[in-house]
């Protein structure tokens, strides 16, 4: 089992940089892809950016492409989700989530969430 904890979201102006932060506890983090997902109101669950477990493939949704990227330190049981430029459409709770098994891009592919980190840019 995998518990994760996301941090580091906050109010930003439009143009500025966050880094997130998630968390995990469990000896099997190491073995999963893990994804970034983003919730705004009124607004489903979507697919924002994703990484292998070895950290040596990435994939990202085009809308952050070129301003969002996603690491991760396994030593450290971390994953991070560097945003930059961001803009005031990037305003959602942001979501760590480990990959079971399947495509990136869906919620169902996930098992193992966190609790979400607000992230608010103003314009």
């Known amino acids: 089992q995998v518990q994760l904890v996301e941090s580091g979201g906050g109010l930003v102006q439009a143009g500025d940089s966050l880094r997130l932060s998630c968390a995990a506890s469990?000896?099997?983090?190491?073995?999963?892809?893990m994804g970034w997902f983003r919730q705004a109101p009124g607004k489903e669950r979507e697919f924002v950016a994703a990484?292998?477990?070895?950290?040596?493939?990435?994939y990202s949704v085009d809308s952050v492409k070129g301003r969002f990227t996603t690491s991760r330190d396994n030593a450290k049981n971390t994953v991070y989700l560097h945003m930059n430029s961001l803009k005031p459409e990037d305003t959602a709770v942001y979501y760590c989530?480990?990959?079971?098994?399947?495509?990136?891009?869906?919620?169902?592919?996930?098992?193992?969430w966190g609790q979400g980190t607000q992230v608010t840019v103003s314009s």
């Open positions: 469990g000896r099997t983090f190491s073995s999963h892809a």
């Open positions: 990484i292998a477990w070895s950290g040596g493939s990435t």
């Open positions: 989530a480990a990959h079971v098994s399947g495509s990136y891009y869906y919620v169902k592919n996930y098992d193992y």
